[in-house]
């Protein structure tokens, strides 16, 4: 299953990581793979909006990970850009913290061999013009898995 959106403003961005929410559940994992300013964490917010979170969704950039557990499912929201080795990956125990909830990898791409088979990759692709288009790709499980109304 591949997938893509155009989100001509940031905001479309944001509603289409809501609309993204209504298809994922507990145990899934999303790898957002993208350059820096592509849209990762508004996308992370929608998703997080959509899943019910009350908190603030923030880049996890300097804190590596940020849990959100007041919506109605987890959301464990993880950015690897500033990890050196996939030892670091293991050690955060993402994986285990998100079993009842859904992992949301930034710059997940550098460590996707670790994640599950089946999990969700989006790949950020940015015009002259601002546009975002984003490409969903299903792994695993994910190659079958009905995402109506997303894009």
């Given at each position: 299953m591949t997938i893509q959106a155009v989100c001509p403003r940031p905001e479309d961005t944001e509603a289409l990581g809501a609309r993204l929410a209504a298809s994922l559940r507990p145990?899934?994992?999303v790898v957002l793979a993208g350059g820096l300013g592509a849209g990762k964490t508004l996308l992370t917010k929608g998703i997080a909006t959509g899943l019910g979170v009350e908190e603030t969704v923030v880049s996890p950039s300097f804190v590596l990970v940020r849990e959100y557990r007041t919506g109605f499912i987890p959301v464990i929201h993880a950015d690897v850009y500033r990890?050196?080795?996939?030892n670091e990956f293991e050690d955060l125990d993402v994986l285990g913290m998100a079993l009842d909830g859904v992992l949301i990898v930034?710059?997940?791409g550098a460590v996707e061999s670790l994640l599950p088979r089946d999990h969700l990759r989006i790949e950020f692709e940015v015009g002259e013009d601002e546009t975002r288009t984003l490409r969903f790709?299903?792994?695993g499980s994910w190659a079958n898995r009905e995402l109506g109304g997303v894009a």
């Open positions: 145990g899934d994992v990890l050196g080795t996939m930034e710059w997940g790709i299903g792994e």
